[in-house]
């Protein structure tokens, strides 16, 4: 069985980014330290920052990992 997808949104006018499993919004992160928090609260246990930043079952939209200020 495969993972449920992952997805972190583009950042809002706070920098803040939606981190998505599957359908539920998990909360908003403001660093990859919050997602992988979210992750690990969804049972990723162990997952680490450097784990948010290489893997690939995260789906970035709006910037990858170093992106935490909304456009222009």
Not at 23 to 44: C, K, N
């Amino acid at each position: 069985m495969s993972p449920a997808p992952v997805i972190v949104y583009p950042p809002d006018e706070s920098g803040g980014r939606r981190v998505r499993v599957d359908v539920t919004i998990l909360g908003l992160a403001h660093g990859v330290r919050d997602v992988a928090a979210f992750l690990q609260q969804a049972g990723l246990q162990g997952f680490d920052e450097m784990d948010v930043v290489r893997t690939d079952l995260i789906e970035w939209r709006g910037g990858g990992p170093d992106v935490w200020t909304a456009p222009n």
